[in-house]
């Protein structure tokens, strides 16, 4: 009798699960038990895919992105393209991606140069000395260029209210994944009571005035200049602001235009500069991968100090696979997801309509079945030697899959090659990147800082 019991309570429990979890139907998974079904779905309302394939399938499909994360970060993001819903984001990704064309990402050269040469010099007092947050460093620099480069506004002058805007940035994620965290903040009556709003509202604040700030100073410029407004003589290849500008009063509206310019100043400036401090902990961890990075940049540069050029980045192919390497052992963006709004058969499970699927590129980017045995070792040369490379191309998704991939990539490169060539032909790095702790804020960042020692290079 108690048998009968248990197996009504589990078959109840079930279809309650069922319906409470999928507003669609459940999802087929092979393996699948006698009315006990997948036990492991018990575990959430959510599924997790590594295979390449699957997760290009998925990305590729569908376009709203889940979760607790894009919802809370909405007060701070609005409708732009990262938290976005798909609805908006399908035009706005349209109107938006000429920006980050080759053409005029290669136009911002200069600005990367000047940037690296300024952050170079920044780190002067600490050679020689103990460990210092380089992290911290990249993350300021980071935030000037993209004013400069996306809105042509420079505000390096202001350094200690940019350091607030960052400082904001970190409290209003950490605040993102604390109400995660506490189901009673899931409702917005009890939250919008609670301290963590009022931290919310306050650092909302300080990073939407940089970006008001930032807007205020492009219209003035953009109003009396008459060769920027005059359309004819332009073409659709602009920097994003004033890409935006174009559109302002037909397509976007003042919000649109503010929402989306606080999107590419948080992204633009929290992921990059998390690579490259990471590679610069990889980089001295590894001295004789150091050493061969510095010997390309020497084979091209010589004992020159100029500028790098556009032929200098295809000519530093190592330095390109240590970044691939980076990204791949350390993924700034560990993960991503979306709604699934039809049924969907992948390669051995059914999504079905209504369902959340996270798609985890750290467990693509790490998975031993693909990478090999050294798959958690630093190893830039498998990028230099196909054989080396998992068959399946998918295997390399860093910055994601199909139509909402990464915008910001041919940006990221850039910028990532030319501060590291500045910094490499100057100091000699150490750092210890088994010491490295990270959190997830949404991307994953240092716990506390990640820390180098710097040399100056004879
Ligand atoms: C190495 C640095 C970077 C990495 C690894 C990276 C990675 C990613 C990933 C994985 C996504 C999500 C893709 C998806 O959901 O399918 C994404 C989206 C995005 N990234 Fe990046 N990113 C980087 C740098 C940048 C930079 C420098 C910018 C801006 C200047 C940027 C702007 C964006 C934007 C706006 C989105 C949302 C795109 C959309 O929804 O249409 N990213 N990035």
Known sequence: MMWYLVVAAVCILYVYWSFRMYPGNMPVYPGKLPLLGNLSLFLGDAVVITDPDDCNQVLSSYFERPGFANKFLRPFLGDGLLVGPGSIWKDRRKLISPSFNQQVIDSFLDIFNKQSRRLVKSWEEYVGDENFDHHDYLEKTALETVCLTMAGVDITQQREYNNRCLTAFRTLVDRVIERAKNPFYYTELIYSMSALKKTEDSN??????????????????????????????????????????????????????KDEMNNIIFAGSQSSSAVVAYTLLLLGTYPEIQQKCRKQILDVFGDS???????????????????????????????????????????????????????????????????????????????????????????????????????????????????IVHILRRYRVTGNYHNMKLKNQVINKPARGHEIRIELLE
Not at 234 to 252: A, G, I, Q, V
Not at 342 to 368: F, H, I, Q, S, W
Not at 374 to 398: I, K, Q, T, Y
Not at 402 to 415: F, L, S, V
């Open 305 to 419: 100090d100029r500028d790098v050029s556009k032929a200098d980045l295809t000519q530093l192919k190592y330095l390109d696979a240590v970044l691939k390497e980076t990204m791949r052992l350390c993924p700034v963006a560990p993960f991503t997801g979306r709604i699934i709004t039809e049924d969907t058969k992948l390669k051995n499970a059914v999504l079905r309509k209504g369902l959340v699927c996270g798609v985890m590129l750290y467990g693509v980017l790490n998975n031993p079945e693909l990478w090999g045995s050294d798959v958690n070792e630093f190893v830039p040369e498998r990028w230099l030697e196909p054989n080396r490379l998992p068959e399946n191309p998918r295997a390399m998704g860093s910055f994601g899959y199909g139509k909402r991939n990464c915008i910001g990539k041919i940006y990221a490169i850039m910028t990532m090659k030319v501060s």
């Open 204 to 257: 909302v604040a300080i990073s939407h005035q940089l970006t008001d700030q930032v807007l205020q100073r492009k219209r003035e410029e953009y109003n009396t200049d008459q060769k920027i407004i005059d359309p004819k003589s332009e073409s659709k290849f602009k920097p994003f602001l004033h890409r935006l500008l174009d559109f302002s009063n037909t397509s976007l509206s003042d919000k649109d235009i």
